[in-house]
């Protein structure tokens, strides 16, 4: 992995989880000291973290195992406030102030949400915070069994996505992918590197060993797919082991590589046009056109001549020069309507115009691709 600049670290309950089922604050300690060492480089850094649940049954006394959804739902409230308070206070001594983000899916699959909970993230990024990111059980069936969306596996992969990480590291209680299941094949071996997850490495996966955890290799294997698929590479590790984070950006050998299977532009590129709209657009200027294609910039409103169709924000939307030339599409941040009040005028009338501003930018860089 060549110098990334952004990362996701996910980690799973049975890592955060001892055999107790108590927090192992000793080993968040060691990760958190890892991690601040790595945010000190300039590495931005969002966490997904799974065991809110664990936490709950273990402060109440309570077996997990058979609980129905509306206990689990209670145990995630119960968990979710000490979990985070005990990163805020490992973080806080290292100088790194933290956010939570609790996300449901629809949060990320709704085209608003969507930008909304990306503008979130990467403005905590740039407030130099480390995101701290769970799935809001209290709220959310997916994740805790009524459909298995994973324990978090899928969701670090989507938020991946959503902020163009380039790389995620899935922080596990097994050293990586085996040829067979470890837990029932002591002599599997473990595979260093995957390039493609076909049949073959779907044969390997196991099912899940812990009634705390909730995905299994087959829910990472599916959560690795969706982020190899969008450009991003993965690596499977073992989270107890010693500073895994420094060791997996130093290059070390350990752990699972998963090669991305495209571009993040490829993908990026696949996507917004899959999900282009063709009930609006809009056509800028020479100055616009020449400030996205030649210097990668942003579209603001004082570069639109016109906006034609109707769009909601958080679609997809065509960017067409004077001539009629399709040069690039992206995420809209402003309805149509919108847009045609303020086109044409500067970032700081926005408000004035409208009486709200979601930011100074029509269509941000990052949403964004050119045609």
Not at 72 to 97: D, T
């Amino acid at each position: 992995m060549n110098n990334p600049s952004r990362i996701v670290v996910k980690i799973g309950t049975n890592v955060l989880i001892d055999d107790s089922g108590q927090l192992d604050l000793a080993l968040i300690e060691s990760l958190v000291s890892d991690i601040a060492d790595i945010h000190e480089q300039g590495i931005e850094v969002v966490i997904v973290t799974s065991g809110a649940i664990a936490f709950g049954a273990n402060m109440l006394g309570i077996d997990i195992e058979n609980q129905d959804v509306r206990s689990k739902q209670a145990l995630a409230a119960v968990g979710q406030s000490r979990l985070m308070h005990a990163y805020e206070q490992i973080f806080e001594a290292h100088n790194i102030v933290v956010a939570q983000a609790l996300i449901s899916r629809s949060d990320i699959t709704d085209r608003e949400g969507y930008l909304n909970v990306r503008n979130t993230l990467v403005t905590l990024m740039d407030f130099n915070t480390v995101p701290i990111i769970n799935e809001n059980d209290v709220v959310a069936l997916e994740e805790i069994g009524v459909k298995v969306f994973g324990d978090n596996d899928n969701l670090s992969s989507m938020v991946s996505n959503l902020i163009d990480a380039d790389l995620l590291i899935l922080l596990s209680d097994i050293d990586g992918l085996h040829t067979m299941d470890p837990h029932q094949h002591p002599d599997a071996e473990l595979i260093l590197e995957v390039n493609t997850i076909d049949e073959s490495i779907e044969a390997m996966a196991g099912v899940s060993h812990s009634s705390r955890s909730k995905g299994g290799m087959q829910a990472k294997l599916d959560a690795i797919k969706l982020a190899t698929a969008s450009g991003i590479a993965v690596i499977l590790v073992n989270g107890r082991t010693q500073s895994v984070v420094s060791a997996v950006l130093a290059g070390k050998n350990i752990g699972t590589f998963f090669k991305p299977s495209s571009t993040k532009m490829e993908s990026r590129k696949r996507w917004m046009l899959g999900a282009l709209s063709n009930d609006c657009k809009v056509v800028v200027d020479f100055g616009a056109a020449n400030a996205l294609l030649e210097w990668k910039g942003s579209l603001l409103p004082s570069g639109i001549r016109e906006v034609v169709g109707v769009c909601r924000r958080g679609e997809i939307i065509s960017i067409e020069n004077v001539n009629g030339k399709p040069i690039a599409c992206g995420i809209t941040g402003y309805d149509s309507e919108d847009i045609s009040a303020i086109k044409g005028l500067h970032s700081d009338d926005i408000l004035k115009i409208l009486g709200y501003y979601y930011g100074e930018e029509i269509i941000h860089r990052n949403n964004m691709v050119l045609l």
